[in-house]
């Protein structure tokens, strides 16, 4: 499952005078495998994999749902490090990332204690629960990958309820805007919901025919807090029915007014104003804590050798990619959760390949 972070990885061609087409350049395969890394850490965010997030509160992270805990019925979520403790070769149903959660394990909803933190309250008030708790996502409320194998494609997650939908499922085809030419989006159900959004959708949605313009931070925030008191609302909705699509930074031109303030409280999205909310900004962190990565090891490494200026690897970099595809293959069949450890664990492996391919450099001419 892919949360709408549109095309991430530019690979920029360091060498331009090297034409070769079946080759790629040391820089390439270290970016490629960054992303790749970046990928498979990102939905981790910073998250510990040895202490519960309990005590930490209300927060976002990844969550987890044990089924062989939980019977039908039962919602309940747990984090990463529950999931590797607690839950270890439990039936576990990977829930991305949920905002404003605390861990479940061990509370009312579970038979046992919690094993790294047995002190909890029975419950906890504030967390959201949705299908996919159950397993399944979208309008549709089918699990995915479906095993029926019908709607596999792209989902993308609502930026308010954060069940997850499929494209397909988002609207009619003669109306849903191009993939890739909004930031977020907002379910049918939510902005049925939240129906003031519909003002702002007048200016800050998507739709098929507007034009993939860049939206320039509106001078209207700087007047904001010139005179705090002054709503900033447009006026007229939009249409009043379907899901939204929104333009980046949609979120920061919301009028933060105190009758709109009030406004976002009644609807319970008061998240909406918080810059730090959107998965993005999660990921973004993540990625941040991350220890130095293979890409920037690499990096140095490139820039302390002198004339290297080309590396026929694709061969080897495919045959890379196929690993470690095969060695979350396993994870995924054990029922198991891949942990950070595991993911440095495949790359440091990776290492003397690619020691061996730097010392048979190809030049251009
Ligand atoms: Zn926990
Ligand atoms: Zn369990
Ligand atoms: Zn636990
Ligand atoms: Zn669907
Ligand atoms: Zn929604
Ligand atoms: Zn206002």
Redesign the pocket.
């Known amino acids: 499952m892919e949360s709408q972070r549109g095309s991430s990885s530019s690979t920029e061609r360091a060498v331009d005078d090297c034409e070769d087409e079946n080759s790629v350049t040391m820089l390439d395969v270290l970016q490629e495998e960054n992303q790749l890394e970046e990928d498979a850490n990102a939905v981790l965010g910073a998250a510990d994999d040895k202490n519960c997030t309990y005590i930490q509160g209300y927060m976002r992270q990844a969550l987890y749902a044990c089924k062989t805990c939980c019977k039908e019925g039962i919602r309940a979520g747990i984090c990463f490090a529950c999931s590797l403790h607690c839950h270890e070769g439990h039936e576990l149903i990977e829930l991305y990332t949920k905002r404003q959660f605390k861990c479940d394990c061990g509370n009312s909803k579970f038979g046992e204690k919690c094993s790294l933190n047995p002190v909890k309250s029975e419950s906890n008030p504030e967390n959201k629960y949705n299908q996919n708790f159950d397993g399944v996502?979208?309008?549709?409320?089918?699990p995915y990958p479906d095993p029926e194998g019908l709607?596999n494609d792209e989902?993308l997650q609502c930026a308010i309820c954060e069940d997850w939908?499929?494209t397909?499922?988002l609207g009619d085809s003669e109306t849903r805007p191009e993939e890739n030419s909004y930031d977020e989006i907002v379910c049918d159900a939510c902005m049925k919901k939240a129906s003031f959004l519909w003002s702002y959708a007048s200016k800050f949605a998507v739709t098929k025919d507007s034009k993939k313009e860049e939206t320039t931070q509106n001078d209207e925030n700087v007047e904001v807090e010139d005179s705090s008191k002054k709503c900033t609302m447009p006026e007229t909705p939009a249409k009043t029915e379907g899901c939204c699509f929104w333009v980046e930074g949609w979120r920061s031109a919301l009028c933060t007014c105190e009758k709109c303030k009030m406004v976002y409280k009644e609807n319970e999205v008061e998240f909406l104003l918080d810059p730090t909310d959107s998965v993005q900004a999660y990921e973004e962190a993540g990625k941040a804590n991350n220890r130095e990565s293979q890409y920037e090891k690499g990096m140095k490494a490139l820039a302390s050798l002198d004339h290297v200026q080309q590396v026929n690897v694709i061969e080897e970099y495919n045959n890379m990619k196929e690993r470690l595809k095969e060695y979350l293959q396993k994870f995924a069949d054990n029922k198991k959760v891949v942990r950070a450890e595991d993911i440095q664990e495949f790359f440091s492996e990776m290492e003397p390949n690619k020691r061996q391919k730097v010392e048979i450099p190809k030049y251009c001419r």
């Open positions: 996502y979208c309008t549709c409320s089918r709607d989902m939908y499929h397909k499922h």
